[in-house]
């Protein structure tokens, strides 16, 4: 038993210097194997609930496929290449005398080639590269790899072959084979051993290469939803009229497409050496949980904000019921990609701003920490057909949403308002909020923001119907009202939505329940000197009342479709409705970013005339959000808001 103790003692060290070796892997695919909301929850050795989520997201948001094929392909390749030409040139180079003793120098030059600084070779290379349209290829960084590696592999296999006897492939030369089949007989399957280390050496210091050139290659290719991803995030003054110019790359465009973890702040009084920020997730269609996720770093041109309010809006509601499909038939048209962070109504205080320039209000003013600011709720590519030509923004062909098209599985997690924090990537318009107005009352300026379709269409004294009176067509009846609107009429079917409509200058106010569409077109016309609406709102969401906008509409008039942001199926229509009646139809996919500043001001001005506080019906923290939306969905609530800093 004494003799037993040193090797009981041996083996359980060794055991145990495994088991720390295997830790760290061990963690790694426990910890990808977390739902994203248990990541930060505490350790545990096994989560209690195992997903496959994560690599889903990987795989179908992140690219990785792609990333993976150019990795594999420009290794195994580019190590294929320098071991054949390494290894042929090294066999020469032990078996054939040069003159003037020049193998000793080749071998000396081909380890001076491997020892030169990389960075040396950045600019003869970029012009090489560049001259043979090669950049930003499989083919190039393969040409690259395959030259930086050979001569090491000269170096390496040199001191293996010279070891082999000459002797034993003589004898082969003798028993009748060429000089290549002995090299394939003979030489190469002695010389095995060495080509393997070779070959795990090179395939070592290949992928230990930037990564970055690798995701650059699959820049191009489009995403699960269709859109072409481009490198490239630049403004159109950059790149001309058409999109296409130089291809310069700023750390803000960068960080716009690339995903990673941002470094996070120490603070000296942050749990376990960072701070951690509390949001509400939606796992899935009605599973809601509060989860924290680390503070981020603002990467240049990026903003951190603390969230003050963020309202919940009737897209919202759709993604709640799993009604998730939006901007149906675009280039960017997506489903809701779970686990998400809601919220792109939203107003806050600036917390942090990444390095370089600050961010800039609508007069061009510079932001500092503590302005309080309303974001704009999408982040346009600034380079597309629909940005350069100066279309409404939401029409980007690359565009990104917060609250909607953004994961809170994708870093640095907190890309929606139902949270601490909500952080702003490079190129996202903020504007200040004036001082008279109360942040509660600016957690309204998007929605206002979506109201300008009445800019468009309506003239002082037309009379105008809205089709579905909740947040959204409140907004339209105040801007109508504002606006000089003769006649205002507000449907619904919650007769609590019509109580508010009167406050807003709503005239006439019909119930759906009480009225027929007959009904309701007779009345509509007695109010409008017997032919109709000048201009029919429908903020509904629902795509039924559009039929019913149809016939509400004088003849010569506007439907405005502002409600259907997500798509809920197709309805029957007769073209020839429209057609007859000489309409114009104006489809709203969103607010505009020339309407914020104004709807600012209007909100800040008429605050006082207009009830809007008073359609701010509740106010929840994180934990009441789920039952929040189940309540904004019935007539005991208008526009709730989330207040984040409330749980």
């Given amino acids: ?50 997903t496959l989520d994560n690599y889903r997201v990987l795989f179908e948001q992140h690219h990785f496929r792609a990333f993976l094929v150019n990795s594999i392909t420009i290794v195994a390749v580019s190590v294929g290449i320098s071991l054949v030409l390494g290894t042929l040139a090294a066999y020469a180079l032990t078996r054939f005398r040069l003159r003037l003793g020049l193998n000793d120098s080749a071998l000396v030059g081909s380890l001076l080639v491997r020892m030169l600084p990389a960075i040396l070779l950045v600019i003869p290379l ?52 060429s000089r290549l089949s002995a090299l394939r007989r003979v030489v190469l399957p002695l010389a095995a051993p060495g080509i393997a280390a070779t070959d795990l050496q090179r395939h070592h210091d290949v992928q230990r290469l930037p990564a970055c050139p690798h995701a650059h290659l699959d820049a191009r290719r489009a995403d699960r939803a269709g859109r072409c991803l481009d490198a490239d995030r630049e403004d159109p003054d950059r790149v001309g009229a058409h999109g296409r110019g130089r291809r310069r790359r700023g750390a803000a465009d960068r960080d716009l497409r690339v995903d990673r973890a941002a470094p996070l702040r120490p603070r000296p009084h942050a749990r376990g050496g960072q701070i951690m920020a509390r949001a509400a997730v939606m796992e899935a269609p009605g599973r809601m949980t509060v989860a924290s996720f680390p503070d981020p770093e603002p990467a240049p041109g990026a903003v951190v904000l603390r969230m003050q309010y963020s309202g919940i809006c009737g897209t919202d509601k759709h993604t709640w019921r799993g009604e998730t499909v939006q901007y149906a038939g675009t280039e960017h048209e997506h489903s809701t990609p779970f686990p998400i962070i809601c919220g792109h109504e939203n107003v806050g205080l600036i917390e942090a701003i990444g390095p370089g320039e600050p961010p800039v209000d609508e007069a061009g003013r510079p932001l500092a920490v503590g302005d309080r600011v309303v974001p704009a709720p999408n982040v346009t590519c600034g380079r597309c057909f629909f940005c350069v030509g100066g279309h409404p923004y939401y029409l980007c062909e690359r565009l990104e949403d917060y609250g909607n098209s953004l994961s809170s599985a994708r870093a640095p997690h907190l890309f929606g308002g139902w949270a601490e924090l909500l952080y702003l990537l490079p190129r996202t318009r903020v504007f200040r909020v004036p001082d008279e107005l109360p942040s509660e009352l600016a957690a309204l300026t998007e929605v206002m923001a979506v109201t300008h379709g009445l800019d468009r269409a309506q003239r002082a004294g037309d009379s105008v119907v809205v ?53 309701r077109a007779e009345r509509v016309r007695a109010a409008t000197v017997g032919v109709g609406a000048d201009v029919v709102v429908n903020c509904s969401g629902r795509p039924e009342p559009f039929d019913e906008a149809l016939e509400l509409v004088r003849a010569g008039g506007t439907v405005i479709e502002a409600g259907a942001f997500v798509d809920l199926g197709p309805i029957p229509v007769n073209p020839h409705r429209i057609v007859a009646k000489g309409l114009t139809v104006l489809g709203i996919g969103g607010e505009v970013l020339e309407q914020y500043g104004p709807s600012l001001r209007l909100l800040a001005r008429h605050r006082n005339r207009l009830p809007f506080a008073g359609a701010i019906t509740h106010r929840v923290g994180l934990t009441g959000v789920a039952d929040a939306l189940e309540l904004s969905q019935t007539g005991a609530a208008m526009k709730v808001l989330v207040e984040p800093a409330a749980s």
């Fill in 467 to 519: 089709l579905g009176v909740g947040p959204l067509g409140l907004m339209h009846l105040a801007k109508a009202e504002l606006l000089g609107a003769g006649t205002i009429v507000a449907v619904d079917v919650l007769p609590e939505r019509l109580e508010h409509a009167a406050g807003f200058g709503a005239d006439l106010l019909l119930g759906l329940g009480e009225t027929t569409p007959e009904e």
């Fill in 126 to 177: 970029y012009i090489v590269l560049s001259k043979y349209q090669l950049l930003d290829t499989r083919l190039g960084l393969i040409l690259v790899y395959a030259g930086l590696n050979t001569s090491f592999v000269v170096w390496l296999m040199q001191s293996f072959l010279d070891e082999i006897p000459r002797e034993i492939e003589e004898a082969a030369l003798v028993d009748g084979d």
């Fill in 1 to 50: 038993m004494r003799s037993a103790a040193p090797r009981i003692g041996l083996y359980s060290l060794l055991v145990g210097i495994l088991l720390l070796t295997l830790f760290p892997f061990w963690w790694m695919i426990v910890t990808s194997l977390k739902r994203p909301v248990d990541i930060f929850a505490g350790v545990a050795l096994w989560p209690q609930e195992t």
